[in-house]
């Protein structure tokens, strides 16, 4: 009986334990330098890395996904069914007209900017971080608390869809479980997704762990509160992705 089909007649293994892939494995790739690896390979690194094995670029674990190879031959394995994530972060790609409007039916819409505009929960990559942000479809631009300015930006935007959730009251830097690990600082600190009232605004913004707050984007400058409303997802999801 042949062997399982592999790519070493094309040299193409993991640059971690430098095996050749073969069609049962799980494979992932970092986002910001595109290498490719196992995934248990990769993930054991990055829990003392955060950086790529095989070119050093600035890695986290909630930078990668799964890609998938095409073989000669089909196995047992190609039929199997892939169960669909709990939640789905999608790009965007904000110099284009608006998302379609079956886009932001699945989407969370919570509070809005300091001008009234709706805003959506949504990630943004920016300085070396994965920031919670604010989605505002009007204008085509996401906001997201950084260094003590609000910053607006149009790259590397991802909203959040297909989510059951719940907000759940937390205070002075605490989270509760299930509570959607949304980004992480450029220390590999997880950041998460909340809300508060100020200035009779509702802002979506982070919760910064460590600095027991939650840093929201109001106006140019980024603001606090000790009191918040974290995004949790309902008990069928799960949190971590």
Known sequence: MDAAPTLSNLNVMCGICTEFYKANDVIFTTSSCGHVFHKECLMRWLFTSRTCPQC?????RQRTHRIYLNFGERTALDDEEIEPPAIQWVPLDLDESNPPKSLLDKAIQCGTDDEGNDTYVARVYYADDLLPANYVPSKQVAYAPYGCHAHTLTDQVDILIDCEHKWVPAENGQVPPQAIQ????????????ARATYQEFTLLGKVH???????MPFRGQEVNSSQYEVLVLSPKDQADR
């Open 182 to 193: 949304t980004g992480y600082s450029e220390i590999g600190e997880t950041l998460y997704t």
């Open 56 to 60: 050093r670029a600035m890695c986290h």
């Open 209 to 215: 762990p460590s600095h027991r707050v939650i840093y």
